[in-house]
């Protein structure tokens, strides 16, 4: 191993902290907590092996890492099946575990955002037991959606909606007596079942969890579907299938209700108030997991009342095209300063494809130029960055995991009903720290998804201080993010290029990306700071190679 792999968090050299606004410009790692270190060898990634890494996200140069659900679940959906928004699950660790992670984070000079899940609970959690043993209508009922079936003996589900994992989105309850009883409304799985909003006990008990974890420290929360939490009033069906299809097309009974927004504007307010409450500091965040069916609409999220961030899943759906890129960019821009917000930019997370899968039209190493070339478009756009893990590791999809291994919840039911893909385990492999080892680095024993042989090529250990790898291209261009005035929150332009090819300007510097199968020549625009494939000269002009991009200062 590398010394970087083996120095202690707290003899790492802490980095500057940032001002009140770090997050209008932040670059934010995403953790996906069960697949990034392990440190307990029962192949499951946790808090303490997540704390072990941090030094890993401190050099790459990133201001802030997000953590998903640790909290205590049956891991229905990777935990985001929430049992007790308070406590940590025995598989990630303690509630001490979390505590260190983020004391150790700060003096790293990192934010730390974690994940919360207001949509729906686990169906193990005490609220949604006490409404099963509660009668039809009864107080503990009205924190969920309850509703009597359709048919002469209320056999039909309520109303027409589907499970965004497939089939119905709703479960038939069993009396005590063994007799069919009540429906309840679950988007996702069945074990999730969604909480009423409607119902002010749900909205006190959810301000007192983002209280809890504010003062344990933490910097702000990620908000899983920040789009669905409100209903359209009567639950009206929507009348056609395959609704899956329809998310971020259109808006839905069931997602990007107008409602929500009056969740959010109250979570601002109790935001604010820890950031006033520590004399203007940092501020604390809220970031919208939202899928809206224009920038526009997405826009109503970060209004200045509301929540900071929103991730913008165009940008992540964008093909390779010059063109199409640039429509995106300039949409999503307009949209998010017409209410004064950052606009966030993101290639990939935990529930899709990989980018350099996605990306790879002929060959993986296609995939991997591509992928090389957007990471560096992406680093060069005004507003906030999310990478996911591995991401700075050229890490491909895994596409042939046996089916004996998956537990993405949608696989096993997308093969008999319509609903995600039902693959989101591909993108979910722990990653790999070091050349050797059971499991590359990852832990003492196995990993829970198994590892492609090949990776222990692309860990951490193999591309550190080889200045041609995927590693080191992301850690040079996050520091010269960072010390460029210019790549922070300022404005840009569209410079003349050739088809095919996007030129963008910022104060002092300038970005060039060839989206095509063939190299491009033409004006040097400046002195070369970095590219992701290398460029050859001319008198006056560089030729820039085909699927790559190229940083200037000027």
């Not at 130029?369 to 895994?398: D, F, H, N, W």
């Not at 190299?519 to 820039?544: C, D, F, K, N, Q």
């Amino acid at each position: 191993m590398t010394q970087e792999l083996t120095t202690s968090p707290q003899t790492e050299t802490a980095r500057p902290s940032s001002g009140a606004d770090w997050w209008r410009d932040a670059v934010i790692y995403q953790v996906y907590v069960r697949s990034f270190a392990d440190s307990d060898g029962d192949g499951v990634g946790d808090l303490r092996g997540a704390r072990e890494r941090l030094p890993h996200l401190a050099r790459l140069g990133v201001d802030a890492v997000w953590l998903t659900p640790f909290y205590a679940s049956p891991q229905a959906d990777g935990g985001y099946d929430v049992a007790d928004y308070r406590a940590v699950d025995p598989l990630f660790g303690t509630l001490s575990d979390a505590d260190d992670l983020v004391r150790t984070a700060h003096e790293l000079g990192l934010k730390v955002i974690v994940d919360i899940v207001p949509n729906h609970t686990s169906d193990r959690h005490v609220w949604f037991q006490e409404a099963l043993a509660d009668r039809p209508r009864g107080a503990a009922r009205e924190r969920y959606h309850f509703r009597p079936g359709r048919g002469a003996d209320g056999e039909l589900p309520p109303n027409d909606w589907e499970s965004v994992f497939g089939g119905p989105a709703w479960t038939r309850t069993t009396g005590p007596d063994g007799t069919p009883g009540e429906w309840y409304l679950h988007l996702f799985a069945p074990e999730q079942p969604d909480l009423n909003w409607d119902c002010p006990e749900v909205a006190e008990e959810f301000a007192s969890v983002l209280k809890f974890w504010l003062d344990l420290g933490v910097d702000g929360f990620r908000i899983d579907v920040a789009h669905g939490m409100v209903k359209a009033p009567g639950l009206p069906d929507i009348g056609r299938t395959e609704q899956a299809k329809l998310i971020g097309a259109q808006v839905l009974p069931f997602f990007d209700q107008d409602g929500v927004h009056e969740i959010h504007r109250s979570w601002r307010r109790l935001l604010d108030s820890y950031s006033r409450a520590h004399d203007g500091g940092p501020a604390r965040i809220g970031v919208a997991e939202a899928w809206a069916p224009t920038s526009e609409r997405l826009a109503l999220y970060v209004r200045p009342d509301e929540l900071h961030q929103a991730f913008n899943f165009q940008f992540l759906r964008c093909p390779w095209d010059a063109a199409a890129m640039r429509e995106v960019i300039d949409e999503s821009l307009a949209a998010t300063a017409s209410v004064g917000a950052p606009t966030t930019w993101v290639l990939s997370n935990h529930d899709v494809v990989r980018h350099p899968t996605r990306y790879a039209e002929d060959s993986p190493a296609q995939g991997l130029r591509r992928a090389r070339a957007a990471a560096l478009l992406m680093l060069a756009l005004p507003g906030s960055t999310y990478i996911y893990q591995g991401e700075e590791l050229g890490l491909p999809e895994v596409t042939d995991l046996p089916d004996d291994c998956r537990q993405d919840p949608a696989f096993f039911r997308t093969f008999r009903e319509s609903g995600q893909d039902g693959f989101r385990d591909g993108c979910r492999v722990p990653i790999p720290w070091a050349r050797e080892g059971e499991s590359y680095g990852f832990g003492p024993g196995g990993s829970w998804l198994p590892q492609p042989a090949d990776w222990r090529n692309l860990s951490v250990e193999a591309q550190t201080g080889d200045p041609d790898s995927t590693l080191e291209l992301y850690r040079e261009a996050l520091a010269v993010r960072r010390e460029l005035p210019g790549l922070g929150d300022t404005p840009m332009d569209w410079l003349d290029a050739p088809d095919g090819v996007l030129a963008l300007s910022r104060p002092g510097f300038v970005c060039t990306l060839n989206t095509l199968a063939e190299e491009v020549e033409m004006p040097v625009p400046g002195r070369a700071l970095l590219s992701s494939a290398p460029l050859e000269y001319g008198a006056g002009t560089v030729r820039i190679p085909a699927d790559s991009c190229a940083w200037w200062a000027i």
